[in-house]
């Protein structure tokens, strides 16, 4: 457990680290993200500190303030990777359930 926790708090740092540095490379302010991303400066500074107390949410959207959204969402989706490929037919359902009421059809009438 103590080495997980360990990991754990490396993963958060690093993620931190690197949030960091993409406002830097942005060149924008602690106070300009955090206004952009809809948080308080404290709640960046806990993102970029990799504290672990940060809402989800927050943590997107200053991803999505400093323009990689898209490439950590790209990153976790399972069906980019090989593994993730060769399983997707396990995994996935192969047929979707029909809905258990009947739909209404509206007249035009």
């Given amino acids: 457990m103590a080495t997980q926790t360990r990991l754990l708090r490396a993963d958060l740092e690093a993620l931190g680290a690197n949030i960091t540095r993409w406002r830097k490379v942005r060149e924008l302010t ?10 308080t400066r404290a709640t960046l500074r806990s993102i970029e500190h990799g504290e672990g107390s940060a809402r989800l949410e927050n943590v997107v959207a200053v991803m999505r303030v400093l323009g990689f959204s898209d490439l950590v969402i790209t990153a976790t989706d399972p069906l980019t990777t090989d593994i993730g490929r060769a399983r997707a037919d396990w995994l996935l ?3 979707v ?3 258990t009421s009947p739909r209404r059809q509206i007249d035009d009438a």
Avoid at 30 to 39: K, L, N
């Fill in 97 to 99: 359930k029909p809905p």
């Fill in 30 to 39: 602690a106070q300009m993200v955090a206004d952009r991303a809809g948080i």
């Fill in 93 to 95: 359902p192969q047929r």
